[in-house]
């Protein structure tokens, strides 16, 4: 029996506000991997933030590959992960990135408060946001085990 989801299905799952671990290359080390919140709508490029001096940051090249997996860690399991290249980044603002994204993740009143809390980190301008087109993904849906 296959657990693969359907494209409708990884993407709607892709969609939702989960926090990811993003995989990135990191020579002869092994990837890096970080927890990210990203955001993605169904069709299009995924994007998350980071500063550019952070070792995420500067891992990040426009063309190089990423992995981003996220999961449903409460039964029945399930995953999407998906393989891309890195394709722009860009500065990133305060109020039209930040404030959004973490409304995203932590209501609107958690992520407004957030965003307050890093203005001056923004005010340094190492504020990156970091885009990736989905090129391979791996799913699996445990539910449909019937």
Known sequence: MAFNMTKAER?????AARVGVLAIPEG???????PVWYDYEPGGDLWFLT???????Q???LGGRVSLLVQETNSPYSYVSVEGPVSAIQPSDLLGDLQPMAQRYLGEQGGTDYAAGLTESYARGNAIKVFVTPERWLTVDYAKRG
């Open 59 to 61: 891992l990040l090249h």
């Open 11 to 15: 993407e709607a799952f892709l969609a």
């Open 28 to 34: 002869e080390r092994g990837p890096l991997s970080s």
């Open 51 to 57: 500063q550019s001096t952070a070792r995420k940051g």
